[in-house]
């Protein structure tokens, strides 16, 4: 469960989640070294089950509702600043504990991030004189893993008119490392009709690359 997502939209279940968190922080506040709920958040609480139990009426108004949603904001807002405030990241309490009070129970072990897997390449669009968009695609039927392919290493160069365009990727000089799905390049007004090569590898965030891809090329236009 994430940060966000541990309090119940259910305004019933809202009310058992915050009396058994508020109950078990009250038994355990001092061995934490935190505020007692009730201190933030037991008038909110008990505000709120006022107006809902007015809600519940058969014969209730619209001034009913407007009141419960409204008793309901404040009573959450305090909930949470009490989670976030003393008990989300506290050392001393077990995740057990967490489980019990239905907050966040946080993973802290390190996913091990491994190689680069698979390859990547481009198509090209033109979308104006002197520039050419890549759009970044992983090459289908190449393994893939999101964690490890964390981005992507271009390296690129310019040939010129008549020039044999590069076929392999040490012939490209420069280079740059993107993580967004398009990259454009922009050329000097002289580069035009010349040829423009660019060669890709996945890189995970500690630098460690994977294969380098096809060379792909276009004209500058």
């Known amino acids: 469960m994430s940060g ?11 009310i058992t989640w ?8 009250a038994e355990r506040y001092e061995e934490w070294s935190v ?3 009730d201190d933030i958040i037991g008038n909110t609480l008990t505000d709120f089950k006022a107006k809902y139990a007015k809600f519940m009426n058969p014969n209730r108004g ?18 949470r600043t009490y989670v976030q405030g003393f008990l989300a990241r506290n050392p001393k309490i077990a995740d057990v504990d967490r489980e019990r009070m239905g907050i966040t129970v946080y ?8 190689n680069p897997v698979g390859l990547v390449t481009a198509t090209v669009k033109y979308p104006n004189e002197g520039a050419l968009e890549l759009s970044i695609k992983h090459v289908e039927g ?19 008119v008549g020039e044999a365009a590069a076929t392999d990727v040490n012939q ?17 007004r002289k580069d035009r ?9 996945y890189e995970n965030s500690k630098g460690q690359a994977g294969q380098w891809g096809g060379v792909v090329s276009a004209i500058i236009p």
Do not use: H
């Open 4 to 14: 966000k997502q541990y309090i119940p939209a259910n305004d019933a279940q809202f």
């Open 18 to 25: 915050a009396e058994n968190m508020a109950e078990i922080a």
């Open 35 to 37: 505020s007692p709920p």
């Open 62 to 79: 619209k001034i009913d509702t407007l009141e419960k949603n409204e008793a309901r904001k404040v009573a959450e807002k305090a909930c």
């Open 107 to 114: 993973d802290t072990i390190p996913t091990s991030v491994g």
């Open 142 to 160: 190449s393994p893939f893993d999101a964690r490890a392919n964390y981005g992507v290493k271009i390296r690129y160069g310019v040939f010129a």
């Open 172 to 188: 490209l000089a420069d280079s740059l490392f993107t993580r967004k799905k398009k990259e454009l390049f922009t050329f000097d």
């Open 193 to 201: 009709q010349k040829t423009a090569c660019f060669c890709l590898r």
